[in-house]
């Protein structure tokens, strides 16, 4: 996925679980199309739609469309394939074959940029590395541990103290078909036992940004799953599935702005040479946590004026005109004898106020093209 798409999708979904949270929902997929195409009575294409898939807290699963954002929401389709439309565009769509046109849409080149979804237990058992018959852990198999992964780095109970038991002979992490969920377990007194203090990770959306030990390389990424912990809501572990379907995990620091920061763990079989985000203690030692949270704070302003100039996720989306085949003709026209593209044409006639017809601002756009001055005065 292209980094501008993953911005596009991670900023959406940042938004709308905050939407969902406040009535116990969630979010289960987010299909995002740099073009999205509906037949109805006239075929209306959008620009910048995300499609998701949505469980309410009874349990109902929904199909919605938002154009632009996450505040423009034009489409619901329900449990009992029901569709709602929002007003302004029930006149032109009658009747729709939803699932048909999500198939037409996904099967045109270029206009499904990206996917983000929760992996159901089934894909996630797929991706992981299955550990070699006989080299698994005595004591596990009550668990139903498919794949586990000895921690081996001595910021987890320095980040965490007073979690693990003292007398704890290993600690790690992997995942449970019995609760279809990834936990961590310590062996204590030569038997393994779940970590109680730290809740079992659910597939998540939230995004979290890793941070080199020189604060010189900054990244944000979705893991598969986040923990919480019991007792404190300023931390988290983060499970990530990497490459070779080995469980990596991460501690995270839960900023008061809800950002999240993770410093990845060293787990077994990597030395401490290993080419991976490391060691933010470092970090944390040698300029102290506002530092941190400067960088993050800084970083992901960075991102988000970036992702407001590359991808046009901004006011104007919410003012995009909406022009019937007839229309979307006229302007083919009027572009080719203005000698620019339709793209170019439309937004000189976005800049015109909607009191005015298309039929009277065609005129007012070419006065102004052949002029070539500063703008005119709408």
Do not use: W
Not at 220 to 242: C, F, Y
Request: with cysteine; charged share 35%; hydrophobic share 30%.
């Amino acid at each position: 996925m292209e980094e501008k798409t993953f911005l596009i999708l991670s900023t959406f979904e940042k938004e709308l679980n905050e939407k969902l949270q406040k009535t116990n929902s969630q979010l289960e997929q987010v299909k995002y199309y740099e073009k999205f195409v509906i037949k109805g009575i006239e075929d209306i294409e959008f620009l910048g739609i995300f499609v998701t898939t949505e469980v309410d807290a009874d349990g109902n699963r929904s199909i919605n469309l938002y154009d632009g954002d996450s505040s423009h929401q034009i489409l619901t389709v329900d449990a009992q394939n029901n569709i709602q439309i929002t007003p302004e565009l029930s006149m032109f769509f009658e009747e729709i074959d939803f699932q048909k046109t999500m198939e037409q849409n996904d099967k045109q080149k270029g206009r499904l940029k990206g996917i983000s979804e929760k992996a159901e237990p089934q894909e996630i058992e797929k991706k992981l590395q299955k550990q070699p018959e006989g080299e698994t852990e005595p004591g596990l198999e009550d668990l139903e541990i498919v794949s586990f992964r000895e921690i081996k780095d001595d910021n987890l109970e320095r980040e965490l103290p007073g979690i693990f038991s003292s007398n704890a002979d290993k600690i790690g992490c992997g995942y449970s078909k019995k609760l279809n969920a990834f936990v961590f377990v310590e062996k204590v007194n030569g038997k393994f036992q779940l970590v109680e203090e730290i809740e079992p990770a659910i597939p998540t959306f939230e995004t979290v940004i890793t941070i080199n030990e020189n604060g010189e390389k900054i990244e944000k990424k979705v893991p598969h799953a986040l923990m919480e912990l019991k007792n404190n809501d300023e931390k988290e572990i983060s499970i990530t599935i990497g490459e070779f379907g080995y469980i990596e995990t991460g501690i995270i620091d839960v900023l008061p702005c809800n950002e999240r920061v993770e410093m990845q763990l060293r787990e077994d079989g990597e030395d401490i040479n290993a080419q991976r985000t490391k060691q933010l203690e470092d970090l944390k030692t040698r300029y102290g946590q506002e530092e941190i949270h400067e960088l993050v704070h800084k970083y992901s302003q960075e991102l988000y004026e970036k992702n407001k100039k590359e991808n046009n996720i901004n006011d104007l989306q919410d003012e995009q005109r909406i022009y019937t085949s007839e229309e979307e003709e006229i302007i083919r026209e009027e572009a080719r004898k203005a000698d620019i593209s339709v793209e170019e044409f439309k937004n000189e006639l976005m800049q015109i106020p909607d009191d005015y017809t298309l039929e009277e601002k065609i005129p007012l756009v070419h006065e102004k093209l052949e002029k070539e001055g500063p703008e005119l005065e709408y």
